[in-house]
């Protein structure tokens, strides 16, 4: 048995004792004692108020035919897991899988279900606010957005306005100055920057301002609506522009090459996708299952008059409707809450044959794997950031020569780090939450032709923000 | 050999796409995993391939495609004299070498003379060599014996000329200079059209000069317009400018209508830079705007820049399309 203690044990973990007990009851647990030779236990500190976890999984693993392998993975949520009720839960995740309701069969985690819920969420996310009684941004750890913080924001403009400046002085600054910012939420952010904009414009008097072009995007038009009225002051350099934060181009390829800075603030950390296990020389696929643990399906059935044998299928049913499939909206969102509450993930490994054959989400090649994984732990479980590695490469062809793109968000920068903490997915309120892999999006920004950067965000102290950044390679 | 140019003669500017599969090879050998000798072999079979693809598409002036080329630096860099090469500083084949210079160079020819005579082995079509012109090389290798940019281009001016003299006896009738730094440095061509002058010095072939705005990664690395290279470039001892006009528009073809260049035009008429194939029709009104400024005898016909990010198949179906946009021009003279 190998055992993995996946951070850094402090007073709250309990993680020595734990350790003692993880051992006692691996002894008195009925499972197959010739696993135990191949046994590997992780222990996490899961990070997140809620997350997709049980106190105590089992992980499987199939190889690349199907059948099973006798590589079995058991995680412990140190924050879940109590002493007394670890034994009989070990116990219980070894002897069988879980039960509960099914939301879906095994697949890839960037298919899952949980996007679903994740879209409702945004659709919908003031009615989820009516209901739970607080802003969104509330649930953040600092309890308010790192992408409003006005020094971080008036330094952004700063280094912009430096840009601007180089290029005049090269006579190489275009006539009109486009700028994206990409999942622009109430427009807060956007409003600032503007404000601190066209400030320093009075002040140097170099007159960019009137030929600014904002472009606020965001994935639906009631969205944009709410972030029009924040940046109302600034609306003749102002449009609104309704996009897939996964393909701006496909929306925008009439400015390929023109712009100047596109900006993202906790949108990839938001974004589907995957995660892949390098183990014993081997890489395995994660793939996932969402459930809703039997008693929290029977409590929720019953709180709600459905039928329990129904439950599944009218979750499918309310992710295409929403709120209102409830005639009482209030009643829609409840249930919605519920649901997402218990909502769980069971995971196992496939085994890939070899990275050349493993179906690599789009834009994604071994080589990028290969080079990532190089200087990585030999055992390790990282992101492929799916929706983040999408993101990044439909939106760097926009880009002018001279222009970069900024992203604050909560980045793993180097693969050590997958072995030093639990890294997602969890639960934001309504919303789905991952760290994002940025040793990889350095690989795949490379080969784009883009050198990718790092800096911390030490605007607020103990943030585990990141500012991505990029460079034109040479 | 087939040296009767039609009007209008198509050609390409260089590279022609570099399959993903040559492009893992490539770096395998960097990995020492595959030898040299395999490269090499691996090398001439992309070659030939590349040829047989420009002529199938009915290119008139074919190159080897510079498919052994890492990049329009390091092939260079690494058979200057004198120059030093960190073999270690490279992971992927498409990036630079580390390489600098730390003493006067020597003067030695480059030895590229064999893939001349590998290109005209295997066609019977009229040839275009191409070689980056000193301002490109100076600006990638580090310099730490010489003044100046100025002084140490210079040198790597007179090091090509020689190559260039070897080319011509070998039989090479057209060469092109590959420049692409011109336009993020406007303010070198103070000394870097001296430095191409020396190159090129002597030489008795057509010379041509390939300026765009860069496509590495098949990106742009600057955007502007060619107005800065006028006056200065009148100066170039050239017979052909090679531009590129497909992506960026022909706004700074009336540049050629405004200081009426003693040159030749290569007009870009391909956007390497996007995979949407151009239609024949789309070529031919590009090569009509051309037409009223430059008469079609100093008129020639290419992509803007090289193909080498393109997948195959595109860049094939875009030439194709070049050459029948072409051909209803020239049946409209």
């Given at each position: 048995m190998i055992l993995h203690v996946n951070f850094l044990p402090g007073e709250r973990a309990g993680a020595a004792a734990l350790v003692g007990e993880v051992v006692a009851a691996l002894e008195s647990a009925p499972a197959d004692r010739r696993m135990l030779a191949r046994l590997r236990v992780h222990l996490d500190w899961i990070q997140y108020r809620q997350s997709f976890r049980e106190a105590v999984a089992v992980r499987r693993a199939v190889d690349c035919r199907g059948a099973a392998m006798p590589l079995v993975e058991l995680a412990i949520d140190v924050r879940q897991a109590t002493r007394a009720g670890l034994a009989p839960a070990l116990a219980a995740a070894l002897e069988r899988e879980p039960g509960g309701v099914a939301l879906?069969?095994?697949?890839?985690?960037?298919?899952?279900?949980?996007?679903?819920?994740?879209?409702?969420?945004?659709?919908?996310?003031?009615?989820?606010?009516?209901?739970?009684?607080?802003?969104?941004?509330?649930?953040?750890?600092?309890?308010?957005?790192?992408a409003n913080h006005p020094q971080a924001i008036a330094d952004a403009v700063a280094d912009f306005w430096t840009l601007l400046r180089d290029l005049e002085m090269r006579n190489q600054l275009p006539p009109e100055i486009f700028v994206l910012e990409i999942g622009v939420g109430t427009g807060a952010r956007a409003a600032q920057w503007l404000d601190r904009f066209r400030e320093l414009d009075a002040e140097r008097g170099r007159g960019f301002y009137p030929r600014l072009r904002f472009l606020l995007s965001d994935y639906s038009s009631r969205i944009l609506d709410r972030a029009a009225q924040a940046v109302r002051g600034h609306r003749e350099v102002s449009s609104f522009i309704a996009l897939d934060a996964l393909n701006p181009f496909k929306t925008l390829a009439f400015l390929r090459y023109?712009?100047?800075?596109?900006?993202?603030?906790?949108?990839?950390?938001?974004?589907?996708?995957?995660?892949?296990?390098?183990?014993?020389?081997?890489?395995?696929?994660?793939?996932?299952?969402?459930?809703?643990?039997?008693?929290?399906?029977?409590?929720?059935?019953?709180?709600?008059?459905?039928?329990?044998?129904?439950?599944?299928?009218?979750?499918?049913?309310?992710?295409?409707?929403?709120?209102?499939?409830?005639?009482?909206?209030?009643?829609?969102?409840?249930?919605?809450?519920?649901?997402?509450?218990?909502?769980?993930?069971?995971?196992?490994?496939?085994?890939?044959?070899?990275?050349?054959?493993?179906?690599?989400?789009?834009?994604?090649?071994?080589?990028?794997?290969?080079?990532?994984?190089?200087?990585?732990?030999?055992?390790?479980?990282?992101?492929?950031?799916?929706?983040?590695?999408?993101?990044?490469?439909?939106?760097?062809?926009?880009?002018?020569?001279?222009?970069?793109?900024?992203?604050?968000?909560?980045?793993?920068?180097?693969?050590?780090?997958?072995?030093?903490?639990?890294?997602?997915?969890?639960?934001?309120?309504?919303?789905?939450?991952?760290?994002?892999?940025?040793?990889?999006?350095?690989?795949?920004?490379?080969?784009?032709?883009?050198?990718?950067?790092?800096?911390?965000?030490?605007?607020?102290?103990?943030?585990?923000?990141?500012?991505?950044?990029?460079?034109q390679r040479d | 050999m087939t040296n009767q140019r039609p009007l209008l003669p198509t050609a390409v500017v260089g590279s022609y796409a570099m399959p993903g599969w040559l492009e893992r090879l490539k770096t395998d050998y960097f990995l020492r995993r595959i030898s040299r000798h395999d490269l090499d072999e691996i090398h001439d079979t992309a070659v030939k391939a590349a040829i047989k693809d420009q002529e199938a598409a009915g290119i008139d002036i074919v190159t080897d495609g510079e498919l052994r080329r890492d990049n329009l630096i390091d092939y260079f860099a690494l058979r200057l004299p004198g120059v030093e090469i960190?073999?270690?500083?490279?992971?992927?084949?498409?990036?630079?070498?580390?390489?600098v210079i730390r003493g006067k160079m020597p003067m030695a020819t480059l030895g590229l003379v064999e893939d001349f005579r590998f290109l005209r082995r295997y066609t019977d079509r009229a040839t275009k060599f191409t070689v980056t012109g000193p301002h490109s090389l100076v600006k990638r290798i580090r310099n730490e014996h010489y003044k100046d940019e100025a002084e140490f281009a210079l040198d790597v001016a007179r090091a090509l000329n020689l190559e260039l003299r070897e080319l011509v006896k070998a039989g090479a009738t057209y060469l092109q200079v590959d420049e692409p730094y011109y336009s993020g440095f406007p303010e070198d061509l103070t000394w870097s059209i001296p430095a191409l002058n020396v190159m090129v010095d002597g030489v008795e072939a057509k010379i041509g000069l390939h300026v765009c705005y860069g496509n590495r990664y098949g990106k742009p690395s600057w955007e502007g317009s060619y107005r800065y290279l006028f006056p200065a470039i009148l100066e170039a001892k050239l017979d052909q400018l090679t531009l590129?006009?497909?992506?960026?528009?022909?706004?700074?073809?009336?540049?050629?209508?405004?200081?009426?260049?003693?040159?030749?035009?290569?007009?870009?008429?391909?956007?390497?830079?996007?995979?949407?194939?151009?239609?024949?029709?789309?070529?031919?009104?590009?090569?009509?705007?051309?037409?009223?400024?430059?008469?079609?005898?100093?008129?020639?016909?290419?992509?803007?820049?090289?193909?080498?990010?393109?997948?195959?198949?595109?860049?094939?179906?875009k030439l194709a399309a070049m050459v029948e946009g072409t051909k209803i021009v020239r049946g409209e003279l």
């Open positions: 879906e069969s095994f697949g890839p985690l960037r298919a899952s279900v949980i996007w679903g819920f994740n879209t409702l969420f945004w659709q919908h996310v003031a009615a989820w606010e009516a209901v739970s009684g607080r802003p969104f941004e509330h649930v953040l750890p600092s309890g308010r957005s790192d023109k712009l100047l800075h596109i900006h993202l603030t906790n949108v990839y950390d938001n974004l589907p996708t995957d995660e892949m296990v390098r183990k014993d020389g081997r890489f395995f696929a994660v793939e996932t299952r969402a459930y809703l643990p039997a008693a929290l399906a029977a409590a929720i059935a019953e709180e709600f008059e459905l039928p329990a044998e129904e439950l599944a299928r009218t979750i499918g049913k309310f992710l295409g409707v929403g709120p209102d499939y409830f005639p009482d909206r209030r009643r829609g969102v409840e249930f919605w809450q519920a649901v997402w509450r218990a909502v769980r993930l069971e995971e196992r490994l496939v085994e890939l044959e070899d990275l050349a054959a493993a179906r690599l989400p789009s834009g994604l090649d071994p080589a990028h794997i290969e080079e990532c994984v190089r200087a990585a732990p030999a055992e390790v479980r990282f992101h492929l950031s799916t929706g983040a590695v999408e993101s990044f490469l439909n939106t760097v062809p926009l880009l002018h020569p001279r222009g970069f793109l900024q992203v604050q968000d909560i980045f793993v920068t180097d693969m050590d780090e997958y072995r030093q903490g639990f890294r997602g997915p969890g639960k934001l309120d309504g919303s789905v939450v991952n760290w994002i892999n940025g040793a990889l999006l350095r690989e795949v920004g490379a080969r784009a032709g883009y050198d990718v950067h790092f800096a911390p965000f030490h605007y607020r102290p103990d943030s585990r923000t990141k500012i991505l950044y990029t460079t | 960190d073999h270690g500083s490279k992971k992927f084949y498409y990036d630079f070498f580390d390489s590129e006009f497909a992506r960026r528009g022909v706004e700074d073809l009336g540049l050629f209508r405004e200081f009426e260049p003693p040159f030749e035009l290569g007009l870009g008429v391909i956007d390497v830079k996007s995979h949407t194939v151009e239609t024949p029709a789309m070529v031919g009104e590009r090569i009509r705007r051309a037409l009223d400024v430059v008469p079609a005898e100093r008129l020639y016909i290419n992509p803007d820049c090289g193909l080498l990010h393109l997948p195959g198949e595109v860049a094939f179906q």
